[in-house]
């Protein structure tokens, strides 16, 4: 477990529950959701409200010692970020032939114990996700992104219930570790509370 500390509220935790940002070229302040991009790296807990207050309390200004740009929508593009890289990671279980798509799929694998963990669309029917979830109430289940979303890993309109299916060839399955941590920021992201703005007259904004 890699502990950071957040620049807002100034407690640690643990990096898959944060999001990095770094200042681009023209000290605008990126999301570094990939965790890659060179600078110095200032960390901040993956949640609407946290990350709103960044302007008020100036915390990106203080953590670089100067002036700091948002872009217009700001708190929007974090947001699609991390639904692309939950998204991604989908794609990425989709090639490794470790999704099963469909109720009847995964009611099947379900009765045979070859699920690790679900994904549910976040408005998807209740009915049919409690169907499956009373064959195996122990199964993790991931519910934080909309069925359009999801759908974009599947070249199709939607996808509802979705499963990742027991590796037998792996012993440290990455994959899952990876979902957990992808959904996990953006599920922590999305319940927090969106009555907030980024607005200070103190910082400027760019288009993007």
């Known amino acids: ?15 898959v529950q944060m999001i990095r940002f770094v200042l681009g070229p023209f000290g605008e302040v990126v ?7 060179p600078g110095k790296g200032m960390w901040v807990t993956s ?15 203080r953590s670089m010692h ?12 974090i947001e699609q970020k991390l639904v692309d890289r939950a ?21 099947r694998a379900l009765r045979d114990r070859k699920v690790l963990l679900r994904i549910e669309a976040k ?9 499956l979830t ?15 979303e999801l759908a974009r890993a599947f070249e199709t309109r939607h996808a509802i219930h979705l499963a990742i299916a ?9 994959l899952m570790t990876k979902l957990k941590k992808d959904f996990g920021r953006l599920e922590q992201f999305r319940k927090s509370n969106k009555n907030v703005k980024l607005e200070n007259s103190t910082y400027q904004c760019i288009e993007t």
Do not use: W
């Not at 477990?1 to 640690?12: D, E, H, N, Y």
């Not at 990671?89 to 009847?104: C, F, Q, S, T, Y």
């Open 123 to 131: 408005d998807g029917a209740e009915d049919g996700r409690n169907k």
């Open 1 to 15: 477990m890699t502990l950071r500390k957040c620049i807002v509220t100034g407690q640690s935790r643990d990096s």
């Open 87 to 107: 998204v991604s990671a989908v794609g990425i279980a989709r090639r490794a032939g470790r999704v099963l798509a469909g109720h009847a799929k995964i009611d």
């Open 47 to 61: 949640c609407y409200q946290t990350i709103a207050k960044t302007a008020e309390k100036k915390s990106f200004e």
């Open 134 to 148: 009373r064959l195996d109430p122990n199964i993790p289940i991931l519910d934080c992104v909309y069925g359009k």
């Open 166 to 174: 027991v590796d037998n060839k792996k012993g440290n399955d990455g």
């Open 31 to 37: 999301p570094d959701i990939e965790e890659k991009l």
């Open 66 to 77: 100067r002036k700091v740009l948002f872009s217009d929508r700001f708190l929007e593009n």
